[in-house]
């Protein structure tokens, strides 16, 4: 784990209009820098940069932070890869904190796999460079496909020598585990024993095979596909060797050449998929670069919402046999329910993307896309549909294709209309008589899915977030689930903003001692009187480490909590850092009406309040149900009008005439 102090050399080295700059073209305005948002289809540039408060902000789909959250919003990474990609950027060595043994354990394996796998990849591609045979084998199979050297290098391409333990020796003469050999699948074991000369129990995986490295969507090595040369498939089944599941890859969660992709999807909002990684890597050296490979596996759920990070827009780009109609097949009704708007191209027979983008230019296979590319219901309808004459298995057809309609979300009506209407249109049936079709389909998911939620409440303790008043609470004060998220949220903005300003001077303490109180610690001090806590676990979060922190010199409310580990916590401390309208000069914010002090001690009574009539209304409901049982009622009135009495006193301090 990296250690606080390389996080704040980092973040103190960190420019954000210099990593903002790198995906998005930015202007000066003011003190502050505008420019097109990249997470929403922004036409009138909203998204602006401070860079004195390094942070950002866009004002119309509310994406903004610091560089690490601008990071990890836009190239989908963890908050240690975005530190990673700023000290990697800025020359800065990391330094890792120490962790349990039990972190240790975990992370060391992991990173272990990592780094093996890394080491591997570039082993793979210095024996194609430098190694006689990697060059007149490995290095010839790529340029007898036609692939040029700068894409053999952007896809990190290699070759494994046929010796069955080239790898193996390799890797273990540089120290690397036989363990992590074996866990990433790069090694297997032998059935027959070493002989003690090293340990020869390991075989190589790939051995005599070319190499794909697979990289996650942080460029991270996770896996490699191997394989065998063309002089050697004859009479083969298995063309390809996969890299097993492990710790750090799972084939379901990885889709091929998305590393390579994602900017490209991202800036054209479409993304091809085909079915192999000379696929991706023949319509990258034609030009298109969008494009990403499931690689012989099924369509996941996984992989689909790994994709609608980017964009919604998918074609389906494959080989026209049999094959892959039914990959296509298989996979619309997936895409679909995830939200994606799919189309499908299947090509010539006899021609894969690969054979058929190393005929024609870019911009020839852009235009034969689209022209050629339907959506799904013309794909389905055209396959299931169309030369049909039975009645019975026309109407089964059709229905098949309201039913892919039917798992579109719900907040997509317009598209499922508009689909409705096309397939009205396309076979002469009344739009009522599909959306009644429809309807029923869509009512018995719903069903299914409620029969399943209601079986897994089954043996359930039930639970509320009612709570009642009773002799327990000895006259303290339980926040209520009604009490002001308003007034809460700009409790907690204060103590942001300035959780470190003191607002009290010389207060004496119960033991005699005088302090000072900073916002932090008297509404600390305040809400714990009488047990009051937020309703947001972040917010009691943030009050609880600013009251820690606020005795520490140097100590900044706002910088520590727009610079914290925890993205959640940062992400929040930067929206509530920011004017919610506008930025203002400088993002400097107004002085508030009556001073800092006034401010935090209204919100306090103010929520004080909030959480005294909602417990008003609470026992009014127990006294409207307890009716004429003067048992209940009479400790229900007592109670009432001990809280009345606080509500008067708290409304008396707030200048309002509440009394009656």
Same mark, same amino acid.
């Given at each position: 784990?990296?250690?606080?102090?390389?996080?704040?050399?980092?973040?103190?080295?960190?420019?954000?209009?210099?990593?903002?700059?790198?995906?998005?073209?930015?202007?000066?305005?003011?003190?502050?820098?505008?420019?097109?948002?990249?997470?929403?289809?922004?036409?009138?540039?909203?998204?602006?940069?401070?860079? =004195?408060?390094?942070?950002?902000?866009?004002?119309?789909?509310? @994406?903004?932070?610091?560089?690490?959250?601008?990071?990890?919003?836009?190239?989908?990474?963890?908050?240690?890869?975005?530190?990673?990609?700023?000290?990697?950027?800025?020359? %800065?060595?990391?330094? @890792?904190?120490?962790?349990?043994?039990?972190?240790?354990?975990?992370?060391?394996?992991?990173?272990?796999?990592? %780094?093996?796998?890394?080491?591997?990849?570039?082993?793979?591609?210095?024996?194609?460079?430098?190694?006689?045979? !990697?060059? +007149?084998?490995?290095?010839?199979?790529?340029?007898?496909?036609?692939?040029?050297?700068?894409?053999?290098?952007?896809?990190?391409?290699?070759?494994?020598?046929?010796?069955?333990?080239?790898?193996?020796? +390799?890797?273990?003469?540089?120290?690397?585990?036989?363990?992590?050999?074996?866990?990433?699948?790069?090694?297997?074991?032998?059935?027959?024993?070493?002989?003690?000369?090293?340990?020869?129990?390991?075989?190589?995986?790939?051995?005599?095979? &070319?190499?794909?490295?697979?990289?996650?969507?942080? !460029?991270?090595?996770?896996?490699?596909?191997?394989?065998?040369?063309?002089?050697?498939?004859?009479?083969?089944?298995?063309?390809?060797?996969?890299?097993?599941?492990?710790?750090?890859?799972?084939?379901?969660?990885?889709?091929?050449?998305?590393?390579?992709?994602?900017?490209?999807?991202?800036? @054209?909002?479409?993304?091809?998929?085909?079915?192999?990684?000379?696929?991706?890597?023949?319509?990258?050296?034609?030009?298109?670069?969008?494009? &990403?490979?499931?690689?012989?596996?099924?369509?996941?759920?996984?992989?689909?919402?790994?994709?609608?990070?980017?964009?919604?827009?998918?074609?389906?780009?494959?080989?026209?046999?049999?094959?892959?109609?039914?990959?296509?097949?298989?996979?619309?009704?997936?895409?679909?329910? #995830?939200?994606?708007?799919?189309?499908?191209?299947?090509?010539?027979?006899?021609?894969?993307?690969?054979?058929? =983008?190393?005929?024609?230019?870019?911009? #020839?296979?852009?235009?034969?896309?689209?022209?050629?590319?339907?959506?799904?219901?013309?794909?389905?309808?055209?396959?299931?549909?169309?030369?049909?004459?039975?009645?019975?298995?026309?109407?089964?057809?059709?229905?098949?294709?309201?039913?892919?309609?039917?798992? %579109?979300? @719900?907040?997509?009506?317009?598209?499922?209309?508009?689909?409705?209407?096309?397939?009205?249109?396309?076979?002469?049936?009344?739009?009522?008589?599909?959306?009644?079709?429809?309807?029923?389909?869509?009512?018995? +998911?719903?069903?299914?899915?409620?029969?399943?939620?209601?079986?897994?409440?089954? !043996?359930?303790?039930?639970?509320?977030?009612?709570?009642?008043?009773?002799?327990?609470?000895?006259?303290?004060?339980?926040?209520?689930?009604?009490?002001?998220?308003? &007034?809460?949220?700009?409790?907690?903005?204060?103590?942001?903003?300035?959780?470190?300003? &003191?607002?009290?001077?010389?207060?004496?303490?119960?033991?005699?001692?005088?302090?000072?109180?900073?916002?932090?610690?008297?509404?600390?001090?305040?809400?714990?009187?009488?047990?009051?806590?937020?309703?947001?676990?972040?917010?009691?979060?943030?009050? +609880?480490?600013?009251?820690?922190?606020?005795?520490?010199?140097?100590?900044?409310?706002?910088?520590?909590?727009?610079?914290?580990?925890?993205?959640?916590?940062?992400?929040?401390?930067?929206?509530?850092?920011?004017?919610? *309208?506008?930025?203002?000069?400088?993002?400097?914010?107004?002085?508030?009406?009556? !001073?800092?002090?006034? *401010?935090?001690? *209204?919100?306090?009574?103010?929520?004080?309040?909030?959480?005294?009539?909602?417990?008003?209304?609470?026992?009014?409901?127990?006294?409207?149900?307890?009716?004429?049982?003067?048992?209940?009622?009479?400790?229900?009135?007592?109670?009432?009008?001990?809280?009345?009495?606080?509500?008067?006193?708290?409304?008396?301090?707030?200048?309002?005439?509440?009394?009656?």
């Amino acid at each position: 784990m990296i250690d606080r102090a390389t996080v704040d050399k980092i973040m103190e080295a960190t420019n954000i209009v210099d990593v903002v700059g790198e995906f998005v073209t930015l202007r000066k305005a003011g003190v502050n820098y505008k420019g097109l948002c990249p997470f929403h289809d922004d036409t009138t540039p909203s998204f602006m940069v401070s860079p =004195s408060k390094q942070i950002c902000k866009c004002f119309a789909c509310g @994406e903004g932070g610091t560089a690490i959250n601008f990071l990890m919003k836009h190239e989908q990474i963890t908050y240690p890869e975005a530190l990673r990609w700023l000290a990697k950027k800025y020359n %800065i060595e990391i330094q @890792e904190k120490e962790l349990t043994d039990e972190e240790k354990k975990e992370q060391s394996e992991r990173e272990s796999m990592f %780094i093996v796998n890394e080491w591997a990849m570039h082993y793979f591609q210095e024996v194609m460079k430098n190694d006689p045979d !990697g060059i +007149a084998i490995g290095k010839q199979y790529f340029r007898s496909r036609g692939i040029r050297d700068d894409i053999i290098e952007k896809f990190n391409l290699g070759y494994a020598l046929q010796k069955r333990d080239a790898l193996a020796q +390799a890797a273990l003469k540089a120290g690397y585990q036989p363990e992590f050999l074996k866990k990433t699948g790069l090694c297997m074991a032998r059935e027959e024993k070493g002989d003690g000369k090293g340990d020869s129990s390991l075989s190589d995986r790939y051995a005599g095979r &070319v190499i794909f490295p697979w990289l996650n969507v942080s !460029g991270r090595v996770v896996a490699f596909g191997g394989r065998l040369l063309d002089s050697r498939t004859k009479g083969v089944q298995q063309k390809y060797v996969n890299s097993p599941d492990s710790e750090i890859y799972h084939k379901e969660r990885e889709l091929y050449g998305l590393f390579q992709a994602k900017r490209a999807i991202a800036k @054209e909002d479409c993304v091809y998929m085909v079915e192999g990684y000379t696929d991706v890597i023949a319509m990258h050296q034609c030009g298109l670069e969008n494009v &990403v490979a499931n690689s012989g596996t099924a369509l996941s759920t996984h992989q689909i919402r790994l994709l609608r990070r980017f964009t919604q827009n998918i074609t389906l780009l494959y080989d026209g046999d049999e094959a892959g109609i039914h990959a296509a097949m298989r996979g619309t009704d997936m895409l679909l329910a #995830e939200g994606m708007k799919v189309k499908v191209l299947l090509l010539p027979d006899g021609d894969d993307p690969d054979s058929f =983008s190393r005929k024609h230019s870019a911009q #020839e296979l852009k235009a034969y896309i689209e022209q050629n590319q339907t959506d799904f219901i013309a794909f389905k309808a055209r396959l299931t549909v169309e030369n049909v004459t039975d009645p019975v298995k026309r109407s089964e057809a059709i229905g098949g294709i309201i039913r892919s309609i039917s798992v %579109i979300p @719900e907040q997509d009506q317009l598209l499922r209309s508009t689909y409705i209407s096309q397939l009205s249109q396309r076979f002469g049936i009344k739009e009522q008589t599909l959306i009644d079709t429809m309807n029923g389909m869509i009512r018995q +998911a719903k069903d299914e899915k409620e029969k399943e939620r209601e079986r897994a409440r089954n !043996g359930e303790t039930a639970t509320t977030d009612d709570i009642e008043l009773s002799s327990a609470t000895e006259g303290k004060l339980l926040v209520s689930a009604s009490a002001s998220d308003a &007034v809460e949220r700009l409790l907690i903005q204060s103590v942001v903003r300035d959780g470190e300003k &003191v607002i009290f001077k010389d207060v004496e303490t119960e033991d005699g001692q005088v302090i000072n109180l900073t916002v932090a610690q008297y509404v600390g001090y305040d809400l714990g009187q009488d047990n009051l806590t937020f309703h947001d676990p972040r917010y009691n979060q943030i009050l +609880a480490e600013a009251v820690a922190h606020s005795g520490e010199e140097g100590f900044k409310a706002e910088t520590y909590f727009m610079q914290h580990p925890d993205v959640n916590i940062s992400a929040l401390a930067v929206d509530l850092a920011i004017d919610r *309208h506008q930025l203002g000069k400088g993002f400097q914010l107004k002085e508030r009406e009556g !001073g800092l002090k006034q *401010h935090v001690l *209204h919100l306090v009574l103010d929520l004080r309040l909030d959480i005294i009539e909602q417990q008003m209304k609470d026992i009014q409901k127990q006294l409207k149900a307890a009716s004429t049982d003067m048992e209940k009622v009479k400790p229900l009135m007592a109670e009432f009008s001990r809280i009345q009495d606080l509500r008067n006193a708290v409304a008396r301090q707030l200048g309002n005439n509440l009394v009656k």
